[in-house]
């Protein structure tokens, strides 16, 4: 009781200097002003960044544990031999079994790809118990060897009801007569339970593998394994693995998780060049914060002198700069967020196809603030002991 | 009159590379609460050594000195500038107001050391400009007075924690022969209305004719003195 009164007491006393450290403040309008915007910048990249690694790591978190993934050990690119699928499926441990192949799917531009994977439908299903389908729908789906099933997100991007037929195009497979267009009926539409990724295209792959030309049939791009408990997954990778060991195409068996974590890896090389640039960006403000407080306290060394023969100590002239250079970053840091949070849920809006997940979350912001009183600290921090040790009569004999 | 200050042998030395400079040598001066004394002397004399010193802004290289009773040469750095906001007001010659704040604000700056709430520190504050004539002028910052009124706003900003003593460094120097005139005028009534001890260093004897004593510094040294 008596310790919160004491501190409450102290914030009133700090609180009372805050006129005239906003009063510094505004001494250069101009110089503040950019140093703000600066700040302004670096937060707003920082939380806009942090939104895409979310977005990145999302489908990370979706992934199984109960579901391993086959494929081949030298790349995940390379193919494997269909027949693994059976070979795969006889394995002691195996639950269910499901192929998937990358086939570079998109609708009309080829810039805007939307996964699209053949795959053993029923048994696909029945290993993703996530993915929500109105029962019809799903029986349709299933009776339709020419049918897709359609993630929420991508039927309203393109604006697909079921029964709808539709062209799916491929950058990577032809067919038989050349084409790369596979016209299908919308049979089913999906949601993933808790809000997850639904931008997906899911193909019947005995059809899928119908039409294709013969160098590129009976090729599967992995294995989906399921195991009836998380703890068997390692023994059966192993097993795995063994069975096709010395074989042309030898197999690398993963978590799911994994297997995401690593293809995440790939896109997220470019969360990695993000964040250095997040990182460079927040040192250059640093640097800007830094330089203006040094040149502010410069500038006031006669100010400061006087502070201190009307008795100001030496604890209050370091807290007075400090509480300054944490202000400048706290504005421009409050209002650099305040601008990612609005463009955010703009730019969620918009990357919904590709960016599922994208969102600017209130643990980002509060990280942000530990951020922003953080960098005011270590960049006032310099001035401040300068302006502490400041002699009076040195600092009055400067005008 | 009781003796407000107390100095002997006082010795202030300043170093420049390995050569010693002796600014003050072995001073010896009392003055009285309630004294208005004019310290005079030609540049480099020591009188604004002696005037930091007395106010506790630089630290003497040996001797006594007491205000009050007080050895303020022995107080901590901490110590020392408490004792600076209770017991000392400061009136400068170029006046040295902060320019981003009011008169009313550069008046209040002491009180913000103190434990009053906001509404008695800005009373405190109106009541000081008062009493210098800028009642009207509150909400004017630095710029948009004269150099008669900065320096009324200066001596509102001394006065305003009621302290003991007032140490004036030159008050007149920047300001014509009205304006000066009608801050001796103030000083003087500071003194004879309201006790306050005043020490003011001077160049100008006719400034120094408004003091009750004069004492003249030449080298360190005190030669002379008029009362």
Not at chain 1, 70 to 76: A, D, E, G, L, Y
Not at chain 1, 124 to 134: G, R
Not at chain 2, 115 to 135: F, H, I, K, M, S
Request: glycine residues 8%; hydrophobic residues 45%; charged residues 25%.
């Amino acid at each position: 009781m008596g310790g919160s009164r004491l501190r409450l007491e102290r914030l009133w006393h700090v609180a009372r200097y805050l006129p005239l450290v906003w009063a510094s403040l505004r001494r250069r309008r101009l110089r503040t002003a950019f140093t703000i915007g600066s700040i302004f910048i670096a937060f707003m990249l920082y939380a806009l960044a942090g939104a895409m690694e979310r977005a990145f790591e999302r489908g990370v978190q979706q992934a199984g544990a109960d579901r391993l993934m086959v494929q081949h050990k030298v790349s995940f690119i390379l193919p494997l031999p269909e027949s693994y699928l059976n070979r795969v499926r006889s394995v002691d441990g195996v639950l269910r079994v499901s192929s998937a192949n990358w086939i570079g799917g998109y609708i009309k531009d080829i810039r805007e790809q939307v996964p699209t994977f053949p795959v053993q439908a029923e048994a696909y299903l029945a290993m993703y118990p996530e993915f929500e389908i109105p029962r019809a729908q799903r029986e349709a789906f299933l009776a339709d060897r020419t049918g897709l099933l359609a993630g929420r997100a991508v039927a309203q991007a393109y604006g697909w009801k079921v029964g709808d037929v539709v062209p799916i195009k491929s950058e990577i497979y032809r067919r038989k007569d050349g084409s790369n267009v596979w016209d299908v009926t919308v049979r089913a539409i999906f949601d993933v339970r808790d809000g997850g990724d639904s931008r997906q295209l899911l193909l019947h792959y005995d059809y899928f593998n119908e039409t294709l030309s013969d160098a590129q049939r009976d090729r599967i791009g992995w294995v989906m394994v399921q195991v009836p408990r998380p703890e068997q997954a390692p023994a059966v990778a192993r097993r795995i693995d063994a069975l096709f060991a010395n074989s042309p195409a030898e197999t690398k068996t993963q978590t799911e998780k994994a297997m995401t974590q690593g293809f995440m890896k790939q896109i997220g090389s470019i969360g990695a060049i993000l964040g250095a640039v997040v990182t460079a960006v927040f040192f250059t403000m640093l640097l800007v914060s830094a330089n203006t407080m040094a040149q502010s306290v410069r500038e006031r060394t006669n100010e400061i002198g006087v502070l201190k023969t009307l008795g100001f100590g030496n604890g209050t002239i370091l807290s007075l700069v400090l509480a300054e250079s944490v202000l400048i970053t706290a504005i421009g840091g409050i209002l650099g967020m305040g601008a990612a949070w609005l463009l955010g849920l703009q730019l969620a809006i918009a990357l919904q196809r590709f960016l599922p997940g994208f969102e600017v979350t209130p643990t980002t912001l509060v990280q942000g603030l530990v951020w922003v009183v953080m960098l005011g600290l270590v960049a006032g921090i310099w001035p401040a002991i300068q302006a502490m040790r400041l002699k009076i009569v040195d600092a009055l004999r400067r005008d | 009159m009781q003796p407000l200050i107390h100095l002997r042998d006082l010795v202030k030395e300043y170093r420049r590379g390995t050569e010693r400079l002796r600014v003050l040598d072995g001073l010896s001066l009392e003055i009285g609460e309630g004294e208005f004394v004019a310290l005079m002397g030609p540049s480099g004399s020591g009188k604004s050594t002696l005037l930091n010193l007395l106010g506790g802004l630089d630290r003497m290289t040996s001797g006594e000195l007491t205000i009050g009773g007080l050895a303020i040469g022995e107080l901590p750095d901490a110590a020392l500038a408490r004792w600076r906001a209770d017991h000392v007001g400061f009136v400068f010659q170029m006046y040295n107001l902060l320019p981003v704040l009011t008169a009313e604000a550069n008046v209040e700056l002491p009180l913000l050391l103190s434990d009053l709430p906001a509404a008695e520190r800005r009373r405190r504050a109106r009541a000081a400009l008062t009493l210098v004539g800028l009642e009207d002028r509150l909400s004017h910052r630095p710029r948009e007075l004269s150099g008669g009124q900065e320096q009324r706003v200066g001596i509102a900003r001394a006065i305003v924690s009621d302290p003991t003593l007032l140490l004036c460094d030159e008050p007149t120097g920047d300001l014509d022969r009205k304006s000066g005139d009608e801050i001796l005028d103030l000083l003087q009534e500071l003194n004879r209305q309201h006790g306050k001890t005043i020490l003011m260093v001077t160049h100008d004897p006719r400034a120094a004719a408004r003091a009750t004593r004069q004492l003249h510094l030449d080298k360190g040294v005190l030669h002379a003195e008029v009362r």
